[in-house]
């Protein structure tokens, strides 16, 4: 039996305020740096190799640690966050006012779901779980950070875990955000099988105040 352990953090809180924030490209506040150094620092996670979504606000903070760590970086495209097409950089708000009908099949059914001109969540779940199979594949019983975005890491919990579509959005993932997973490789009778577990998650809000 081999172990591989692939820990996913989400990004810190970005510049911009409370928009959809899909491919649009800011860097992270001051704080967003401090979140992700914070949970880094509880997470312990004696990784081997980093991987990171392209975008500066998970590139920025990935680089910065296997720098610090001395590790591998691979900046991998599947692992960036979903398109939300027109819905782009408008503010939530907005959306919710003039949308409503959308954007609330956006919570209740996601698996259906795609925002004007942008990608279907069907699309970035099966290109997520394309880039989760090649690190099991290529990184066999390892240790794994993967830098990455709120949208990506519900849909990969979801289908892991097998929640219904619906119980991604009652993952709560705040900024910086982390889920630990473990995969067991085992063979038995000339049968290889997978055993993911969710070992843990940590969710808790990180604030600036909290430094002090």
């Not at 692992?79 to 919710?96: A, Q």
């Not at 919570?107 to 199979?133: I, Y």
């Not at 995969?183 to 105040?209: F, H, N, P, R, Y």
């Amino acid at each position: 039996m081999s172990t591989t352990r692939i820990d996913l953090i989400r990004h810190g809180e970005p510049e911009g305020g409370e928009v959809f924030r899909g491919r649009i490209n800011p860097r992270l506040t001051d704080q967003g740096r401090w979140q992700f150094e914070q949970r880094v620092a509880r997470a312990q996670g004696q990784w081997q190799r980093i991987i990171s979504s392209p975008l500066d606000r998970c590139r920025e903070s990935a680089e910065a640690l296997a720098d610090q760590l001395k590790l591998p970086l691979t900046v991998d495209e599947r692992w960036i966050e979903i398109d939300f097409g027109e819905w782009e950089n408008r503010p939530v708000s907005e959306v919710l006012r003039h949308h409503a009908d959308d954007a609330r099949r956006l919570w209740d059914d996601p698996l259906n779901f795609c925002a004007p001109g942008g990608e279907p969540v069907p699309v970035l779940q099966q290109r997520v779980l394309d880039g989760w199979q090649s690190l099991l594949a290529q990184y066999e019983g390892e240790r794994l950070l993967v830098v990455s975005h709120g949208g990506v890491m519900r849909v990969l919990a979801q289908h892991l875990i097998q929640l219904a579509p619906a119980g991604m959005n009652r993952l709560a993932i705040p900024y910086a955000g982390l889920l630990r997973f473990r995969v067991d490789k085992s063979q038995w009778q000339g049968k290889t099988d997978l055993w993911t577990t969710l070992e843990s998650m940590d969710g808790s809000e990180l604030k600036q105040a909290q430094a002090s």
